[in-house]
């Protein structure tokens, strides 16, 4: 089992950035874990954002966020970052980090929601015009 709680959401104007984190606890190791963010914006369905396999060695972006967006993990502190830049009014939203347990050959990313085991609560993004 893990815990994961966002951080860093607030409210930016557009052009400007905005660094998430995410903070998980679990008795499992850190490192066990493949990760992904993911949002939602009011009448919109769960899109795809950024993942990152278990070991940080591959990383994968949806399309809409591609060349703008970092994801990376920093596993000594358990947390997994989503850095944003050039951001956009459509980049606002509710986003969720999420855990994926692997085993330890795993060297996937993992961009369906449903593949995901654990989220956190969200952290709100808003970005004005």
């Known amino acids: 089992q893990v815990q994961l709680v966002e951080s860093g959401g607030g409210l930016v104007q557009a052009g400007g950035s905005l660094r998430l984190s995410c903070a998980a606890s679990s008795r499992r190791t850190f490192t066990s874990y493949a990760m992904g963010w993911f949002r939602q914006a009011p009448g919109k369905e769960r899109e795809f954002v950024a993942a990152?396999?278990?070991?940080?060695?591959?990383?994968n972006y949806g399309d809409s966020v591609k060349g703008r967006f970092t994801i990376s993990r920093d596993n000594p502190r358990n947390t997994v970052y989503l850095q944003m830049n050039s951001l956009k009014v459509e980049d606002t939203g509710v986003y969720y980090c999420a855990a994926r347990a692997t085993g330890s050959r795993d060297t996937d990313t993992y961009t369906s929601w449903t593949l995901y085991n654990y989220w956190g609560q969200g952290t709100q993004v808003t970005v004005s015009s």
């Open positions: 990152i396999a278990r070991s940080g060695g591959s990383t």
